[in-house]
């Protein structure tokens, strides 16, 4: 294995070598952590957002750093429910079937290859570099790891584009991937197969833009910029969404499959997302650097530290995209299964990236920065802030979606060409979905504390683990138990709070103890666990509240668009009104940092939207 940054430093040890040199890297203000430039009226913001609190600076920034990346993700997110929304109302969920299939493999290999693994390793290293060896070695790492990560995602792309016919059959052999199209449905396929195939060779470049868009993600994280890489994804939304409303008018009056423009809207959403970041990552000083040869990249020690974090996090990252082939493995065993589980666990995520992602994007600087100093107590405080508030509002999220499913199922997909026959699978697989929230956010938060300590084995071990309980779980629950879809979320469910409890486990061994010999493993998940049992109350009051705010507009289980819009916004306004009403009495210790939270975010949109 490679030294880290600065030359052979052992696995865990400091990066953060000496004090910062600049406000951006230490002690930032919340202002430029919202990811604003000018430094005016800060102390103002400052004084009105701290006033009374009682939290520390780095909870502050915390706070600040997950609002502004809460910001993106909503924007990212809608943007999202509207392409979905675009393919539900366009194709019937028997056609895309195929769609989902052949995004699978893309998609899988994206966390492998490029956001889920290497923007953190990237992140962790580059942002070391501009601190301790300045700008221009940043730059030249950058230049370094874009020089290999685009021939080898190249390579990747043919390979899955050349050998597609045998990686759709490897994948999908359930038999509801070979029964034929209704004859309105083919448009030259003959089966739900035929089109995965297809539409695997026209998504596979998505690889190579989204893989160099990783690279550009984690320098702007690296710097404090976080709204503009949360909300990159928006841009890969309005190219499929505009790819998909295209072919379906223009492709059959070329003699091309209606979904001919949704295939080739991929690849160039995954261009747009990579070409605005890179504007911004330009215009925020970033310019090219002499980078040598090959044989200057391999000696590089700071390219050497990113493949050391990156490989074992691929793996990783790969391990935890088994999971997901496994699901659609199983769910290929029936019609439109791998629809209903898709737009239900898209669903799931809007509360999951909000929560999870947010938290863990504005974690993990600090988190890296408190472990390079060998600072334990510092990491077990951002740690613990950051898992207080993923509890609180997590469950409180599951609850809620619990309460208003049929509703929010049919006020997003129920028009066009979606059934209510696929209304009912949606909201019950959504449903269950509900319960694994905090799983899905405590798993993002522990990865990143192996993370920040410069360790990525444990997560591997975990998910590893997972993989295998994944197979038997599914199989167990979809074909012995004869659960059929209903058995596919469980799976997942169930297998993310295993995997979390274990996380939770492997992670105490490294924590150590603190001055008074007391056990910040424990002192952690008290904390955590502690805000979960305080918030327990608020949640089952929102989902509660909520589920009245529905019966109260509407009873009636036949929704049509207004009724059902309806009922979701009265049962948000009655589950968040119920929610606030009951944790600032039950958990006034986890209601502050989420006010501040919402006053960041507020804060946030004044500043972007109100020049």
Known sequence: ?????????????????????????????????????????????????????GLSRDERQLA??????????ILSRITGVAREQTLAY??????????????????????????????????????????????????????????????????????????????????????????PFLEGMRFGFDTPRDLAVWMTRLMFPFLVFVSLGALVMGGLQARNRFFLPSVASAFFNFAVIAGAVVGFVYAPRLGLHPMAGLGLG????????????????RRHGF???????????????????????????????????IHVVISRYFA?????????????YRVAQLPSALVGVALSHAALPSLTRFAGRGDRDGLIRVLGRAGSLMVALSTAAGAGIFAIAEPLIAVIYLRGEFTPEDAEGVTALLRILAFGLPA?????????????????????????????????????????AGLGHLGLPLATVSVAWISASLLAILLSGRLGTDPRGRSRAGILYRRVLGAGLRSLPAALAAGAAGRGGVWLVSSDSEWSTLSALAAVLAGVAAGVTGWVLVIRRTAPGEWRPLRELLHAMGRRVGTRFGR
């Open 1 to 53: 294995m490679g030294g880290a940054v600065g030359g052979g430093l052992p696995e865990g040890a400091a990066v953060w070598r000496r004090p910062a040199r600049t406000p951006a890297l230490h002690g930032p203000a919340l202002h430029d952590l919202l990811g604003g430039g000018a430094r005016s009226g800060t102390e103002r913001i400052m004084a009105g957002m701290t006033a009374g609190t």
């Open 64 to 73: 600040g750093r997950a609002g502004s990346v809460s910001l993106g993700v």
């Open 90 to 179: 366009l194709f019937p969920t028997r056609m895309l079937d195929g769609f989902v299939a052949a995004y699978t493999f893309p998609n899988a290999l994206r966390e492998m290859l490029a956001e889920g693994a290497l923007s953190k390793a990237f992140v962790a290293t580059f942002a070391a570099v501009d601190h301790n060896d300045g700008t221009r070695a940043a730059h030249r790492l950058f230049i370094r790891v874009s020089r290999v990560v685009l021939p080898v995602t190249l390579a990747v792309s043919g390979l899955g584009m050349a050998f597609a016919p045998e990686v759709v059959d490897a994948i999908f052999a359930g038999p509801a991937f070979s029964e």
């Open 266 to 281: 991929v690849p160039l959403g995954g261009l747009a997302q990579l070409a605005v970041q890179a504007l911004w990552f």
């Open 287 to 321: 310019r090219r650097e002499p980078a040598g040869g090959i044989r200057a990249t391999v000696r590089d020690p700071a390219f050497r530290r990113v493949v050391r974090l990156y490989l074992p996090a691929a793996v990783s990252a790969g391990a935890l995209q």
């Open 332 to 344: 290929s065993g029936g019609t439109s299964w791998l629809s209903w589980f898709h737009f239900a």
């Open 440 to 480: 899905f956010g405590a798993t993002k938060l522990l990865t990143d504390g192996f993370f920040s300590l410069g360790t990525t084995r444990p997560p591997l071990f975990v998910t590893l683990v997972g993989t295998g309980l994944t197979w038997i779980v599914t199989r167990t629950l979809v074909v012995t």
